[in-house]
């Protein structure tokens, strides 16, 4: 949502405040695209107006709203630590935040007071053909530094405040990416232990804030182990694995081609990233299902038939209409029942 706070209240220090007619054009960017795109169930990021953002989805149709945490407010008007929020078009019939194993926490070298840096939402919601199936929605912690070194102080030479910036960049980011790996670990910890616990179908949403190929978070796609047999793993271990949306895409794309025509003759397609940075570009935002939702598992139920990044606001922007949008591209996924 990037800064999503409604006037006058200012996000992070206090001249950062929308006009009426910034924040107008904000609610109406919103408004236009779930009225596009009509998603069913869509997770949410930077969210500090959690009203507000609560009646615009109303009046699109999402009778169903949550969020687990408030943002922090400072001299009444200042907010910081922005929460994530879920809206959706079925009944949510359960909502908790999800609190990290602190006991395995302080076993990996973690404090034991560890938690996540934005409260991960779980929010069980009633899908149809398939009833219960708990959402997450997450925004892992960001590459920025933990460490800052005020380079405005005037005692230091310039090349011992170049040394010390630089110290607080490889500190500072490695602690982002430790706390970031950390969090969806945890996360996946109570995540297969609520399946076993539910075996309610799985869904992961959110800003990771990192690429799933580097290997800080990869081993939320972890789907072999050591000496398990092929049968146990189909019986067992697929049960419990999340698997990204875009290979679930190709592998119902490829299901379909080789129908039609022979795979050599399939087109390939490119991802799109949702987020750019200068001349560079990633993606950093994820869809992750559970295998209810993959077409080469024996028993699922739904495919994913569609996936589409949406990226004007970025690639393509108009002042008047992306002028207040954000700064990720918007990743939708179509679901469809296996015949």
């Known amino acids: 949502m990037f800064n999503y706070l409604e006037p006058p209240n200012a996000f992070y220090d206090f001249e950062r405040i929308y006009s009426a007619e910034q924040w107008q054009k904000k609610q109406k960017w919103v408004a236009d695209y779930l ?76 404090a034991n007071d560890f938690s996540f840096s934005r409260k991960v939402i779980r929010a069980t919601i009633e899908v149809p053909h398939m009833g219960h199936c708990d959402c997450y929605v997450v925004h892992f912690k ?27 960049q490889v500190a500072g980011g490695w602690g982002s990416t430790i706390q970031r790996g950390s969090e969806a670990t945890l996360l996946m910890i109570d995540m297969i232990e609520r399946r076993e616990a539910t075996a309610h179908p799985m869904i992961l949403m959110g800003d990771f804030n990192n690429s799933l190929a580097d290997g800080v978070l990869s081993h939320l796609l972890t789907n072999t182990l050591r ?48 987020h750019y940075f200068g001349a560079g570009s990633s993606v950093l935002d994820y869809l992750l299902f559970s295998c209810e939702f993959d077409a080469g598992y024996h028993d699922s139920l739904y495919q994913v038939s569609d996936y589409h990044t949406y990226d004007r606001h970025l690639i393509n922007p108009i002042f008047e209409r992306d002028g207040e949008s954000t700064d990720h591209g918007i990743v939708l996924v179509t679901l469809t029942l296996r015949s």
């Not at 908790?96 to 302080?106: I, Q, R």
């Not at 530094?145 to 005020?150: A, K, P, Q, W």
């Not at 047999?229 to 990204?244: E, H, P, Q, T």
């Open 142 to 168: 960001s590459k920025r530094s933990m460490l800052e070194v005020d380079e405005q102080d005037k005692k230091r030479s310039a090349e011992k405040t170049i040394i010390e910036s630089l110290k607080a």
């Open 227 to 274: 000496f398990v047999s092929a049968i146990d793993r189909d019986a067992y271990l697929a049960k419990y694995c999340l698997n990204d949306a875009w290979d679930l895409f190709q592998v119902a794309q490829t299901n379909d081609s080789h129908e039609t025509k022979p795979a050599s003759q399939a087109e390939k397609v490119t991802r799109t990233p949702t």
């Open 35 to 110: 009225a596009e795109h009509q998603p069913d169930i869509i997770g949410f990021q930077e969210v500090f107006s959690t009203e507000s953002l609560k009646a615009l989805v109303t009046g699109q149709g999402y009778t169903y709203f949550a969020v687990v945490d408030e943002p922090l407010v400072i001299d009444d008007f200042i907010y910081q630590r922005p929460v994530v929020a879920i809206a959706s078009r079925y009944p949510i019939v359960e909502v908790n935040a999800v609190k990290p194993n602190t006991e395995l926490a302080e076993g990996l070298g973690l």
